[in-house]
């Protein structure tokens, strides 16, 4: 059993910068890949990041591609979403998830949630 739970949402100015945290209990972390989803009011959860095991692959949605930035400290048991130059269109709900695959961008393919933050990004 995996628990996750974010931190570090919050208002903030297009073009500002928030990072994201994700602290996960249990002893393997390190044998789940990691990931970040974010719905947004009336829309459906979709992906955002996601990063393998050892942190040494990631992806991303491409809307994303060149300002949001996946982390992860294994000693830690800590995922980050680094976020700069933010939009208005990235105002979500924002969750962390766990999946026993090595890496993975489908919803479906995730075990364990977190209970989500809000990023708001006003114009």
């Known amino acids: 059993q995996v628990q996750l739970v974010e931190s570090g949402g919050g208002l903030v100015q297009a073009g500002g910068s928030l990072r994201l945290s994700c602290a996960a209990s249990?002893?393997?972390?390190?044998?789940?890949?990691m990931g970040w989803f974010r719905q947004a009011p009336g829309k459906e959860r979709e992906f955002v990041a996601a990063?393998?095991?050892?942190?040494?692959?990631?992806y991303y949605t491409d809307s994303v591609k060149g300002r949001f930035t996946i982390s992860r400290d294994n000693a830690k048991n800590t995922v980050y979403l680094q976020m700069n130059s933010l939009k208005p269109e990235d105002t979500a709900v924002y969750y962390c998830?766990?999946?026993?695959?090595?890496?993975?961008?489908?919803?479906?393919?995730?075990?364990?949630w977190g209970q989500g933050t809000q990023v708001t990004v006003s114009s």
């Open positions: 998830a766990a999946s026993r695959d090595y890496i993975t961008t489908s919803s479906s393919r995730y075990d364990y």
């Open positions: 990063i393998s095991w050892s942190g040494g692959t990631t």
């Open positions: 249990g002893p393997t972390f390190t044998r789940y890949g």
